[in-house]
């Protein structure tokens, strides 16, 4: 009588196994791809294309990371774990309708700002200039 008992569980176990299949229906299938295709693309963040590390006059050191085509550079002070303060190239400005574009630059126009106008950074390389937020305008060398 055991034999039949131990010989039944598994059966009884795929009976109930196959009980508990559900299926999404359409419509939930539907929302799912008209969410996704309304989903606007998103934008990838600027690559890291060059790293340096630089000492200015008053012996801070900085972190810098310049990002993109000189589009953007990350600066940190003291330590490469410190929180980052994001610069970033002036926004082209879009032509006028009839007229010329103008050329595209190499180089920004202009130092890299923070979005509080309080940072900014130009050059690249072996020496840049730099104003962090509460110091002044200095070199730093690499």
Same mark, same amino acid.
């Given at each position: ?15 109930? /196994? ?6 999404? @229906?359409? +419509?939930?299938?539907? $929302?799912?791809? =008209? &969410? *996704? %295709? ?43 774990? /410190? ?6 190239? @002036?926004? +082209?400005?879009?032509? $006028?309708?009839? =007229? &010329? *574009? %103008? ?40």
């Amino acid at each position: 009588m055991t034999k039949k008992l131990i010989f039944l569980a598994p059966l009884s176990m795929l009976a109930l /196994a196959a009980c508990n299949k559900s299926e999404t @229906p359409p +419509a939930a299938e539907n $929302a799912q791809e =008209t &969410a *996704a %295709a309304s989903a606007a693309d998103v934008e990838m963040p600027p690559a890291i294309t060059a790293t340096g590390t630089y000492r200015c006059a008053d012996n801070t050191i900085l972190y810098v990371d310049f990002l993109g085509q000189n589009e953007a550079a990350d600066i940190r002070v003291g330590e490469k774990s /410190a929180l980052a303060v994001r610069v970033t190239a @002036p926004k +082209a400005e879009v032509p $006028a309708a009839g =007229t &010329a *574009a %103008a050329p595209v630059q190499a180089d920004p126009a202009g130092p890299l700002t923070s979005a509080d106008g309080e940072s900014s950074l130009s050059g690249n390389g072996d020496q840049i200039n730099v104003k962090l937020a509460g110091k002044g305008a200095q070199t730093c060398k690499s």
